[in-house]
Each structure stands twice: as C-alpha cells, then as structure tokens.
C-alpha cells in the first residue's frame, strides 16, 4: 500500500513539473531515464524501509561498501535494516524470506553464493519487491525473469586486466630473473565467485596478449582473507623461492596477507618480487606508496554504493529493466604509486 501511495505521489510530482524527466525529488546517477523515488515520498510521512543482506561482515572490502551504502540510505531518510549472512546461503534465504515477511519497500542484496540467484530472484518477485543485487552478479538470463531488478557492480575481466598492466609496466614486464617467462603464483578469491575467476583469468591474459610467456607455479583459493593469502604466499615461497616473479591476488586483503609472508621471506617488492591486489584499500594503498606493492585496483564502493541507491530509487519510481539491461557497471581505476594517495581516505 505504501509503495502504490508512493508510486501516485510520484506521478503527481510528475504531472506539476513541465517536463516530467530531469526536475525530481530525488537524483539518479545512473543517466537512464526512468522516473526515481525519494525516501519520504509517502503522503503520511513515513519511512521507506529498506532490507540489506551482505554475504557476510567478516569481509575488508564489503565492511567499507555496506558501511557506504547504509549512511547513504540513512542520509536520505530512509529507515535501513543491514544483516549478516556469515557466510551462509541457507541463513541469507531466511534472512530474505523475513524481510518480505517485514513488508521491506526495496531490498539490496549482496548473495552469498552465485548460484543462489535463481532461487533469489524467485523469491523476490513472487513478493513483487524491486531489489538490487551487488557484488556478485548473476546472468543476464537469471535476472531476466524479473524486470524489478537490477544488479550493480563491476566488470570484474577489467580489473583482471588492469593487474596484468601493472605488472607489464614494470621494468622487467615481470620477468625479473630474464628467463623469458614471467612465473607467477595466484591467490585467488572464492572460485565460486564472477570476480574471481575472470581476475584469475584476465590478470594473465593481459601478459599473454602482449607476447609474455607465463608459468603458473600455483594456483589457490585463499577465499578473500587476508589470512589466507598469508599462509599461501608463506607456502609457495618456501617451495618455490626465486623463482616466484609476481604474486597475482584476486584483492588487496590477500596481498596484504602475501606481503606479510613475502617480508618474513626477505624478499622485496618491486626489486625481486611484484605483488598486486584488487580493492585499494586504504591499508593497500598506503603500501603501494611506500613501494611494498606494486599497485592495486581500485573497486569503487562509494561509487558501487550511489549507484545502487539510484537505481533502487528508480525501481521504487516504477521502472522496470528489460533483459540485457539489467547489469549497471563502475568502472575499475588501475592505482600506482603515482596516484595512490589520491585514493586514501
Ligand atoms: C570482490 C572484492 C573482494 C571481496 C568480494 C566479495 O569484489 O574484491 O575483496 O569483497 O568482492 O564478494
């Protein structure tokens, strides 16, 4: 009911302004066209609720995007529940199901598992409640079975990309003993995951594409902890030692773990090792400018978070997203030490 008052008060706002387009309550950053809606909409002054479901706390990266996210909301006076999942497909399931029981206005879900969307998605359509999806993406085919959802995130192959770069840009393009291969480990993030197995993928091909050769010495899945990545890094290079080039990461909390083991090692980044991570997090960013890594990506989760909100506010506005256009991408910004401190917050 709240949600039909909110969509009138919506068209009556439309109908006083001469060009219904451009001129609303609310701002969209999204460039598209349909109408969005504001926190305080409804004629009664209520609150819009909004129900968000993180994969799990315990996470660097997701802890500074959901913090964005809900001070964004709040912001905009909507009222905002955030829960946890921890890890747990079958718990964010239940956590869903009682927030359509709740009556949430919209819901920004971050699944757990990828292979969770169909059943996701299932579910809030039969509760006809618009939902954003973050992080991890589901196929176009997924979330083409309903057109009151829209997912936001990155394209997870350019940030891969922009790893290999990194390492191309070196002096060495990588092949620091001059072999004429650049031999590498992979501490990749959960291969379950859209990102990390397209930056597993794209990091190397980005060398492969420019005419390296490559060796993978090995390849595991430190499942995005900076633990981890410790203890695989800790590993390799008491099997493999010199001859481990570059340490490829699928985010900055490994990397940092990596650094921990490469400097118990006695190696030294960017002299006879290059280590590179995702994310740019602020503890990443500071090692890049003191050269203990070689760079990061920068994954945008204040530009993640607007954008989430501006299309949930254009859902909330009544538009609907046909097949094809219901993946909403920010871009990656590859980070050296030259523009890292441009990063730190
Ligand atoms: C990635 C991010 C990782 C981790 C993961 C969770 O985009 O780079 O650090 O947060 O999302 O799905």
Redo the contacts with the bound molecule.
Sequence with gaps: MKRFLALMLSAAVCLSLAACGGTNASTSDSGSSGESQSAEATPTGEKLKVGVCI?KFD????TT?RNALQSMLEEKGYEVTVVDGNNDQAKQTEQINTFITQGMDALII?PVMTSAADSIIAAVKQADIPTVII??EPTAEQMAAYEKLVYV??D?AQ?GTFQGELILETENKGDINGDGKVSYIMIQ??PE?I?AKLRTEYSVKALTDAGMTVEQLDLQRGD?DRNKGQEIAQNDLAKFGDQIEVVFC????MAIGALQAIQAAGRKVNEDIYLVG??ALDAALNEVVAGNMTGTVL?DANGQATQAVASMEELLGGKTFAEGEQSIYVDYVKVTPENAQDYIK
Excluded: I, K, L
């Excluded at 996470?59 to 997701?62: C, E, G, N, R």
């Excluded at 699928?250 to 909390?253: A, H, L, M, S």
């Design positions: 994969y996470d660097a990266f997701m995007y971050n992080n991890r995130g990155c997870a940030s993030g959960d995951n990102d995005w699928n985010n900055d909390d995702v994310d994954n």
